[in-house]
């Protein structure tokens, strides 16, 4: 068995990955390491909670970390603040946990000389003109408009630094917008999906016309997995499923079309201050050299698996119900 100590895994993306792994990889002996923020839930361990460790902690805690890494073969570093909205409201957790916590994480690695996978974001290269049709790359320079990516660039840089002088035995990825089950639902597709559940119309931001990349987190957690497995230390990838010709402004259309409602039945709200207005990544490098190819194609790029995520939602009222009003209020006071 390899142990495998993935952080932030009681999260949307790295709950996601401890199901894939334990499904799809039986090797791997997983413990989770999660300070159960207000985004962790202990809900997303719902029939598998035998099969892991979960250990109730903050990666900033460095003899906690010390302790995990020195006991594991591989870590998979998904904790972080992860909300641009909340980074506008309050910047501070986003640095101590993302920048200083991957500091922790790094100097644990260092120290016991174990493998790190730094799981990272589209929104490090800022963003792209609407009427622009180049797409990040492994080489585009980084440019990040928000608290949160500055803060992520910032833990990117940290891990590319340990790599370079300490010889860490690391590997980053940069993904674009994940969709799927157990999302958070202050993020932009669950909110409106249980807005309509919840009969409240769905809130676009501005004009709508900013574009996101969007992927299933299923494709997102397999692309890692081929990291972990291929790649020579040291590199970055570029994750993203081609979804780049999508505007919010559509997806809110295809949501509420599917929901039942009509195509218009969102309103629009204040926009987000400093708002990116379009990602694209090219992922010809993961496809060429890992040969990964995303599942969740098919001609609108993301219907058959937003269709899947709307059931989700619909048939785990439960895991959702009890934030809805607190997340709208919070919202509401912005204008949002
Ligand atoms: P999430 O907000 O749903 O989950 C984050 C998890 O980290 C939570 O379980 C939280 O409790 C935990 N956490 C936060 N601070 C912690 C700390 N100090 N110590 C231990 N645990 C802590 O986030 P997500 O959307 O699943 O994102 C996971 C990772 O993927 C992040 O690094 C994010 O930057 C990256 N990412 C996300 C997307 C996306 O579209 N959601 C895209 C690309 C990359
Ligand atoms: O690109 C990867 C990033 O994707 C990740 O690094 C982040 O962790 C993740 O939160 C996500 O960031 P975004 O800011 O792009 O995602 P969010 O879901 O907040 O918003 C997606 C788009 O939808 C964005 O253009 C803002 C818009 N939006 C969002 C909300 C919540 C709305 O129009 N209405 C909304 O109610």
Redesign the pocket.
């Given at each position: 068995m390899t142990k495998m100590l993935v952080?932030?895994?009681?999260?949307?993306?790295?709950?996601?990955f401890v199901h894939y792994t334990l499904k799809n990889r039986p090797e791997y002996q997983v413990t989770v390491?999660?300070?159960?923020?207000?985004?962790?839930?202990l809900a997303?361990f719902d029939g598998v909670m035998d099969d892991i460790t979960f250990v109730k902690?903050?990666?900033?805690?460095d003899a906690l970390m010390d302790k995990l890494v020195a006991d594991t073969d591989v870590v998979v570093?998904?904790?972080?603040?992860?909300?641009n909205d909340n980074s506008i409201r309050n910047p501070k957790?986003f640095l101590?946990?993302?920048i200083y916590?991957t500091y922790t994480v790094l100097e644990a690695v260092r120290k016991h000389g174990k493998r790190l996978h730094h799981?990272?974001?589209?929104?490090v290269f800022g963003d792209l003109e609407l009427n622009d049709p180049n797409r990040f790359t492994e080489t585009t320079p980084y440019n990040p408009s928000s608290p949160?990516s500055a803060a992520?660039a910032s833990s990117d840089m940290l891990v590319r630094a340990w790599a370079r002088t300490f010889s860490v035995k690391a590997t980053i990825s940069?993904?674009?917008?994940?969709?799927g089950p157990?999302?958070?639902i202050e993020?932009f597709i669950p909110r409106q999906i249980t807005n309509i559940l919840s009969d409240i119309k769905p809130k676009l931001y501005g004009t709508g016309e900013q574009v996101r990349d969007w992927?299933h987190?299923d494709d997102?957690n397999a692309a890692v997995h081929l990291i972990i497995d291929k790649s020579p230390m040291g590199e970055t990838w570029i994750?993203g499923a081609d979804n780049d010709h999508v505007n919010n402004k559509a997806v809110i259309e295809m949501i509420c079309d599917l929901m039942g409602k009509g195509k218009d039945w969102y309103e629009h709200v204040n926009d987000r201050p400093g708002h990116d207005m379009r990602y694209a990544m090219d992922s010809s490098k993961l496809r060429r050299e890992l040969g990964w190819q995303p599942q969740y194609t098919d001609q609108n790029g993301m219907v058959e698996g937003l269709k899947a995520t709307i059931d989700w939602y619909k048939n785990n009222e439960a895991w959702w119900r009890a934030e809805k009003e607190a997340v709208e209020q919070a919202y509401a006071k912005q204008g949002q």
């Amino acid at each position: 068995m390899t142990k495998m100590l993935v952080t932030g895994g009681a999260g949307f993306i790295g709950s996601n990955f401890v199901h894939y792994t334990l499904k799809n990889r039986p090797e791997y002996q997983v413990t989770v390491v999660d300070k159960l923020t207000y985004a962790g839930n202990l809900a997303n361990f719902d029939g598998v909670m035998d099969d892991i460790t979960f250990v109730k902690g903050d990666i900033c805690d460095d003899a906690l970390m010390d302790k995990l890494v020195a006991d594991t073969d591989v870590v998979v570093h998904f904790a972080a603040e992860t909300h641009n909205d909340n980074s506008i409201r309050n910047p501070k957790p986003f640095l101590d946990t993302n920048i200083y916590g991957t500091y922790t994480v790094l100097e644990a690695v260092r120290k016991h000389g174990k493998r790190l996978h730094h799981i990272s974001t589209d929104e490090v290269f800022g963003d792209l003109e609407l009427n622009d049709p180049n797409r990040f790359t492994e080489t585009t320079p980084y440019n990040p408009s928000s608290p949160y990516s500055a803060a992520k660039a910032s833990s990117d840089m940290l891990v590319r630094a340990w790599a370079r002088t300490f010889s860490v035995k690391a590997t980053i990825s940069n993904c674009s917008n994940n969709y799927g089950p157990r999302q958070h639902i202050e993020k932009f597709i669950p909110r409106q999906i249980t807005n309509i559940l919840s009969d409240i119309k769905p809130k676009l931001y501005g004009t709508g016309e900013q574009v996101r990349d969007w992927i299933h987190v299923d494709d997102h957690n397999a692309a890692v997995h081929l990291i972990i497995d291929k790649s020579p230390m040291g590199e970055t990838w570029i994750i993203g499923a081609d979804n780049d010709h999508v505007n919010n402004k559509a997806v809110i259309e295809m949501i509420c079309d599917l929901m039942g409602k009509g195509k218009d039945w969102y309103e629009h709200v204040n926009d987000r201050p400093g708002h990116d207005m379009r990602y694209a990544m090219d992922s010809s490098k993961l496809r060429r050299e890992l040969g990964w190819q995303p599942q969740y194609t098919d001609q609108n790029g993301m219907v058959e698996g937003l269709k899947a995520t709307i059931d989700w939602y619909k048939n785990n009222e439960a895991w959702w119900r009890a934030e809805k009003e607190a997340v709208e209020q919070a919202y509401a006071k912005q204008g949002q």
